[in-house]
C-alpha cells in the first residue's frame, strides 16, 4: 500500500522501438497516482552491454516505480525480468515511421553510434533513410553493423512473443479516442491482474489520460500516423519493400505488398 492507502504497484518495465513513442508512454503511466520514474535507471540494447549498477538499479526498484529501455529481446534479458517477477509494457510502431522519425533524431544524438555516418558531409535525409531500411557499415570505427530494417525491428519485437509482456502500438494512442481508451483499459488490467484497482479501471484510465502532455517532451516531434508517406520517394518504398516488406505484413501494418 502507498502512504495514501492506495494499492501498489510491483516495479516493472516499459520497453520499447526507439521512436514508438516511447515519452508518451511515460507520460501516460506517470499518470498513475504515486508512479515514480527514474530517467537515469534507462537501459538500451544488450544485456551484456549494461553495466552493474544499472542491473543492480533494476533489481532495487521499488513498488509503483517503473523502468524504461529500449532492449533487445534475449532469453539472457527474458530470464533476467522473470527472476525479479516483473511485467513488461512493450510499445511499437509501424516500421516505416519509426525510420523517418529514427533518420531526424539521430543526427541531434552524438553518444548514438550512427551519430557521424549521419553527419557526414553531402549524406542526405534520404540517405539515412535508405541506410536505415538496408543496413550497413557505419564509418565511424568499431561501431557495430547496422541490420536492415527488418533483422532491426525484430530485434526488438520478439518481446511480444513472451509471456508477461503487454504489447501496444503508437497508433492505438493516437488515431482515435476510442481506441485509445480501450487500449488503456486492457493496460489498466494487466498491470493490476486479479488486484482491485484503485478508484476503479475507468477513473484510473481518466487520471492517465489526463497526464498527457506533448509539449513537454524533450523528443517529440510530429508524432503522427502514416507520416512516411510524405518522405518516401519510391525508390525508399520499393527499397523497404524488398527490406522490410514481409515484416510489416507479418505486423499487419499492410495485407501484401502493394502499397
Do not use: C
Not at 45 to 69: I, P, T, W, Y
Not at 73 to 78: A, E, I, N, P, V
Not at 161 to 180: G, H, I, N
Not at 209 to 219: A, D, G, H, R, V
Amino acid at each position: 500500500m502507498t502512504s495514501s492507502g492506495l494499492r501498489s504497484l510491483p516495479p516493472f518495465v516499459l520497453n520499447s522501438i526507439p521512436k514508438s513513442g516511447t515519452h508518451l508512454v511515460k507520460q501516460i503511466l506517470q499518470g498513475i497516482p504515486g508512479m515514480q520514474h527514474h530517467p537515469d535507471k534507462g537501459m538500451f540494447g544488450h544485456f551484456d552491454n549494461q553495466g552493474k549498477l544499472q542491473l543492480d538499479r533494476v533489481e532495487a526498484l521499488s513498488d509503483n516505480e517503473f523502468v524504461n529501455g529500449h532492449l533487445f529481446y534475449s532469453q539472457t534479458w527474458d530470464a533476467f525480468f522473470k527472476k525479479l517477477n516483473m511485467k513488461q509494457v512493450f510499445v511499437m510502431r509501424d516500421p516505416r515511421d519509426v525510420i523517418v522519425s529514427y533518420a531526424y533524431f539521430i543526427p541531434t544524438l552524438k553518444i548514438h553510434p550512427l551519430y557521424e555516418t549521419f553527419q557526414q558531409e553531402g549524406f542526405t535525409h534520404q540517405d539515412r533513410m535508405k541506410f536505415l531500411i538496408e543496413g550497413g557499415q557505419p564509418i565511424t570505427p568499431k561501431k557495430p553493423y547496422q541490420p536492415n530494417v527488418d533483422d532491426w525491428y525484430t530485434s526488438f519485437s520478439r518481446w511480444t512473443e513472451q509471456a508477461d509482456v503487454f504489447s501496444m502500438r503508437f497508433e492505438e494512442l493516437v488515431s482515435s479516442e476510442k481506441e485509445r481508451l480501450q487500449l488503456l483499459h486492457r493496460l489498466v488490467k494487466f498491470l493490476w491482474g486479479e488486484e482491485e484497482v484503485p478508484f476503479t479501471r475507468p477513473v484510473m484510465v481518466r487520471k492517465m489520460i489526463e497526464n498527457i502532455n506533448p509539449e513537454t517532451s524533450p523528443t517529440y516531434r510530429k508524432g503522427k500516423v502514416g507520416g512516411w508517406n510524405q518522405e518516401f520517394n519510391e525508390e525508399l518504398k520499393q527499397l523497404f519493400k524488398k527490406h522490410g516488406g514481409e515484416l510489416l505484413v507479418s505486423l499487419q501494418y499492410e495485407k501484401n505488398l502493394d502499397w
